[in-house]
């Protein structure tokens, strides 16, 4: 509603200044904290993910470690507890694959004892894979030399992938070797199970690059750095590394190595940066949609009140105005008043002198000199006339100086039907010209009100104005009728006018709204007419018919009069 | 003999000598004075003034003013208001000060002259009385 004041242009302004402000002050935090979520919360946690990680390996490491150290523990225990000749043969060979299957979940396959010449001299297991010579086999050879060896991973004479644990011992000054070997799914099944999310596996590859395990998902050994885990950049010389960066399809991957068994082996686990941060990926878009959302409702919030704020102050502004026009109006019936004072007293005197001097000449007319003039009665009738308009000289002054007297607006009790009369004397020469009648009927038995007689005269006097407006060119007549109605006195202002049309009935009484052209009426004297009625708790209300008339209703209650 | 003895006081010339013609004629002796002071300065001067009849509106000492003073140094002379201003207010106020009446201009002439012998009437009552007192006090000392 801003909008339709004389004032837009302002109020646009302040409307603008105030979104500008509430947006500024609002959003500076929300931003902050919003930043702060997101980068320095974000940070902390991706470090914490990855330690998180590194702990991760580095205990599977240890695991697989130990399940390898525990095998060959097995293996030595075996070596160490019996001899060549008793493990040569094959049915005790067998008692103790047996028992080793039965006791140690380990994955244990079968059982072999190998002389110096790399002929397998006894066998348990279920290969048939007695007398097969391991002379060439890369495990043997370690084993020859190293005393001990756990192998890589190889399919081998039987087609299965497995690895070798194998042990040399004396036997006097000849060497043989128990050998073992332990089942690749087991052993699979441990680093297969280091999973995480969605796209975190592991696997371990030997420092030629071959896969030792089967990994869940692509990975080619043979990229990066870990095809040759010994000749990279940065050479992994710490026990656990870590590390980010892209893959070979350009995604970030974080990778995380520990070395196994005597660093002849890299555990490798690795997961896609998107996944691992998955959470924190998700706080961080909840942040931005909080922040999105937050702004949206500031920047909705800011623009309502806003608004809302700018429109209290355009009807504060407007009623202040009013308030103004108000005091202006009663100042200058106040100065009116004053006027009147004054030229009541001015006329009064000359009016005074006139009327003696008539009453001379009646005097000089006593005299015998004048007896029988046959102009004698004319001149007496002249005379008398002199005499009536001098009285209805005072009349006049006297009424004005009434309500000249009224013109403070000290709260009275006051009679309506005096006041009405006042202003229908008042007003009786202008309706005149208007060819108006003005009527009353008034309710002698009509209680005060304690009101102001100044405002009284101002509402009454502006409903007959506005009525004798509207009839200046046609005519007819305003009727005054008062009478008390249960606690209230009623004063009805009828009029013959051309009326009011029913479609706006209801704005007459809105401030600035006027029919009269520019520049003529200020549209004020009926809303303050409204606002001096409400004051006294009264109510003022209006009825047309359009081509019949148009009546005013002042109702106010008398039970004001005994405050 | 007069029907009294009246003092006219206003400011207004033309009206004084207009009020003075005609009052005349009905046989009411009138001296005019235009303004308060000059008004007390005549009644100090002769004592025969019965009623002074006196416009509250004027310049320089106002009507309840000489009101006042006429009534505190020459007590026994009657007063009637009359104003131009139509204010019930001095008027009030003049009948506390111990006005006799007041009167509205333009008033009617043989109102005035009505109310004038009443109080011409009341003044002389107020002398005779003073008159008896004297006499009988004078008349007592000499038993």
């Known amino acids: 509603m801003w909008r339709k004041s004389v004032r837009a242009p302002y109020y646009k302004h302040l409307i603008r200044n105030m979104i500008f402000t509430i947006l500024g002050v609002s959003?500076?935090?929300?931003?902050?904290?919003?930043?702060?979520?997101?980068?320095?919360?974000?940070?902390?946690?991706?470090?914490?993910?990855?330690?998180?990680?590194?702990?991760?390996?580095?205990?599977?490491?240890?695991?697989?470690?130990?399940?390898?150290?525990?095998?060959l523990a097995d293996i030595l225990f075996l070596s160490e507890n019996f001899t060549f000749a008793q493990l040569r043969d094959s049915e005790f060979l067998q008692a103790k694959l047996l028992s080793l299957k039965n006791n140690y979940a380990g994955g244990f396959v079968d059982l072999g004892v190998v002389d110096a010449d790399g002929n397998q001299v006894s066998y348990a297991g279920p290969f048939k894979l007695s007398r097969v010579r391991y002379a060439d086999a890369p495990?043997?050879?370690?084993?020859?030399?190293?005393?001990?060896?756990?192998?890589?991973?190889?399919?081998?004479?039987?087609?299965?992938?497995?690895?070798i644990v194998a042990v040399k011992r004396f036997d006097g000054d000849r060497p043989w070797i128990l050998r073992a070997t332990i089942d690749f799914i087991a052993f699979n099944n441990l680093v297969e199970?280091?999973?995480?999310?969605?796209?975190?596996?592991?696997?371990?590859?030997?420092?030629?690059?071959?896969?030792?395990?089967?990994?869940?998902?692509?990975?080619?050994?043979?990229?990066?750095?870990?095809?040759?885990?010994?000749?990279?950049?940065?050479?992994i010389t710490r026990e656990i590394y870590s590390e980010e960066r892209a893959d070979e399809n350009g995604e970030m991957t974080i990778y995380v190595s520990a070395l196994l068994k005597n660093k002849e082996w890299l555990l490798v686990y690795q997961q896609k940066v998107s996944d691992a941060l998955s959470d924190q990926r998700f706080a961080q878009r909840l942040s931005l949609i909080i922040f999105a959302m937050g702004g949206a409702g500031i920047l909705l919030m800011a623009f309502l009140l806003s608004i809302r704020m700018v429109n209290r102050i355009a009807t504060a502004d407007q009623e202040k105005e009013m308030m103004n026009k108000q005091v202006i109006e009663s100042g200058k019936l106040a100065s009116l008043g004053e006027l009147a004072t004054g030229v009541a007293h001015e006329i009064n005197n000359?009016?005074?002198?006139?009327?003696?001097?008539?009453?001379?000449?009646?005097?000089?007319?006593?005299?015998?000199?004048?007896?029988?003039?046959?102009?004698?009665d004319e001149l007496h009738r002249a005379l008398k006339q002199i005499n009536t308009q001098g009285?209805?000289?005072?009349?006049?002054?006297?009424?004005?100086?009434?309500?000249?007297?009224g013109s403070g607006s000290a709260i009275g009790m006051i009679q309506l039907n005096e006041i009405i009369e006042e202003v229908i004397?008042?007003?009786?020469?202008?309706?005149?010209?208007?060819?108006?009648?003005?009527?009353?009927?008034?309710?002698?038995?009509?209680?005060?009100?304690?009101?102001?007689?100044?405002?009284?005269?101002?509402?009454?006097?502006?409903l007959v104005n506005n009525a004798l407006y509207a009839m200046e060119k046609i005519g007819g007549s305003i009727e005054f009728k008062t009478f008390q109605r249960d606690e209230t006195v009623v004063v009805e202002v009828a009029d013959t006018g051309p009326g009011i049309p029913e479609a706006i009935l209801g704005r007459i009484f809105d401030p600035f709204f006027t029919t009269k052209p520019v520049g003529q009426g200020t549209g004020l004297g009926l809303s303050i007419c409204y606002g001096i009625i409400r004051k006294m708790d009264g109510d003022i209300q209006v009825k047309s018919t359009v081509g019949k008339g148009t009546t005013f209703i002042i109702i106010i209650p008398a039970r004001n009069g005994l405050v | 003999m007069t029907i009294a003895n009246i003092m006219l006081v206003d400011d207004e010339v033309p009206f004084v000598e207009a009020m003075t013609r005609r009052l005349t004629k009905r046989d009411v002796e009138i001296h005019a004075a235009y303004s308060g002071e000059e008004a007390l300065q005549k009644l100090s001067k002769t004592n025969s003034i019965e009623v002074v009849i006196l416009d509250i509106k004027m310049p320089g000492m106002d009507g309840i003013e000489a009101l006042k003073q006429i009534k505190l140094r020459f007590p026994l002379v009657e007063v009637i208001m009359l104003t131009g201003h139509a204010t019930v207010e001095t008027g009030i106020e003049g009948m506390k000060q111990g006005a006799f009446d007041y009167l509205m201009k333009p008033c009617d002439i043989n109102d005035l002259v009505?109310?004038?012998?009443?109080?011409?009437?009341?003044?002389?009552?107020?002398?005779?009385?003073?008159?008896?007192?004297?006499?009988?006090?004078?008349?007592?000392?000499?038993?």
């Open chain 1, 350 to 376: 000359p009016v005074a002198i006139m009327v003696e001097e008539a009453g001379w000449i009646e005097d000089i007319l006593t005299e015998k000199e004048f007896g029988g003039n046959p102009h004698m």
């Open chain 1, 193 to 235: 199970n280091i999973r995480i999310g969605q796209t975190g596996f592991a696997a371990i590859v030997n420092k030629k690059g071959e896969l030792q395990t089967k990994p869940r998902f692509q990975f080619n050994p043979a990229q990066g750095c870990f095809g040759r885990f010994i000749d990279c950049d940065q050479p």
């Open chain 1, 425 to 462: 004397t008042l007003s009786s020469q202008r309706a005149k010209y208007a060819n108006v009648e003005m009527r009353s009927q008034l309710n002698a038995n009509l209680p005060e009100i304690k009101a102001s007689e100044t405002e009284m005269h101002q509402v009454l006097l502006n």
């Open chain 2, 114 to 143: 009505a109310k004038v012998e009443q109080a011409a009437r009341k003044k002389r009552q107020h002398e005779e009385k003073i008159i008896q007192a004297r006499v009988k006090e004078i008349t007592s000392r000499r038993t």
């Open chain 1, 27 to 71: 959003f500076i935090p929300v931003f902050l904290v919003s930043w702060t979520i997101y980068y320095a919360f974000a940070n902390a946690y991706h470090e914490k993910i990855n330690t998180h990680l590194v702990t991760l390996v580095d205990n599977h490491k240890r695991q697989i470690d130990s399940f390898l150290n525990a095998r």
């Open chain 1, 139 to 163: 495990w043997f050879q370690t084993v020859m030399k190293n005393q001990v060896v756990v192998s890589d991973v190889f399919l081998g004479l039987r087609g299965f992938p497995h690895f």
């Open chain 1, 391 to 405: 009285k209805r000289c005072k009349e006049i002054t006297t009424k004005l100086l009434s309500f000249a007297r």
